[in-house]
């Protein structure tokens, strides 16, 4: 159910932007007003950047953390345009913090594949080949699928069943056309399912490998809802086959959801 999705975001364009080519602020995503520290500019701050907003006790990574997040939002919703370079301290004088949290919350995302570093300007979008996200796909399907199996055969149906309502998170997201939360909310039931199977490394790799495969999320407002409709309801059957452990079926989902089917 997410070839529909991989296939969409290579080919369409993005929703409105964050920011133009330079960085300069635009869009609607703002970092709690808890994160705004009084951390120094350090020189980063960029002209007509807001003054500190007095004395808080907020740790930087704290700070670093809620940039984080934002960015994060703004990428899979595609106010990040892929392929554009966006500054630090231009982002920094959007969230009202200085370009050291921005700055580490970037270099963070450079390491997820979502951002890559251009010396002396800042950070550029990653724009997905085709081929890429086909790739991503495969991966996952290759560590997902034998391991929901092997999940289907020995964890009892009431452990199924708590899982229920994060899939109906899914469906909630995805009734809405949230972007956004349909990512966060899509990564958190895979996470809890694959949990089951007690591999804390398995649960680090596959969530890197999802991630990647969200950088960026983009496709036309028209396509995007039925999309993500498809696949919140595919999460709802998987649980039903799991709870069932009917294999087939399992097996037959897992890797449609990853790699699509001609059939």
Not at 2 to 30: I, K, L, N, Y
Not at 67 to 76: D, G, H, P, Q, S
Not at 203 to 223: E, F, G, K, T, Y
């Amino acid at each position: 159910m997410e070839q529909g999705a991989a296939r969409e975001r290579a080919t369409e364009r993005p929703s409105p932007p964050f920011g133009d080519a330079a960085g300069r602020p635009g869009g609607s995503v703002r970092v709690p007003e808890q994160a705004r520290g009084t951390e120094e500019a350090r020189g980063e701050h960029t002209h007509g950047e807001p003054a500190p907003l007095g004395p808080r006790t907020v740790r930087r990574h704290s700070v670093r953390g809620q940039v984080l997040e934002a960015l994060r939002t703004a990428l899979v919703g595609g106010e990040l345009r892929p392929g554009e370079v966006y500054s630090a301290p231009a982002l920094a004088e959007r969230f009202g913090v200085s370009a050291t949290p921005v700055r580490e919350a970037m270099q963070r995302l450079a390491v997820e594949g979502a951002v890559e570093v251009v010396p002396n300007r800042g950070f550029r979008v990653t724009e997905r080949t085709p081929r890429e996200l086909a790739e991503l796909a495969e991966v996952r399907a290759l560590i997902e699928v034998p391991v929901m199996l092997r999940l289907a055969r020995t964890v009892p149906a009431a452990r199924w069943a708590e899982l229920r309502p994060l899939a109906e998170a899914t469906a909630t997201a995805a009734a809405r056309g949230d972007r956004a939360h349909y990512a966060e909310a899509d990564r958190a039931f895979h996470r809890a399912v694959l949990s089951l199977a007690g591999n804390e490394q398995l649960l680090a790799v596959a969530d890197d490998l999802h991630r990647r495969s969200q950088w960026p999320l983009i496709s036309a407002p028209a396509l995007r809802h039925g999309v993500l409709v498809a696949d919140a309801a595919e999460h709802t059957a998987l649980l039903d086959a799991l709870t069932a452990q009917d294999l087939t079926v399992v097996q037959t989902l897992v890797r449609e959801h990853f790699t699509g089917s001609e059939a």
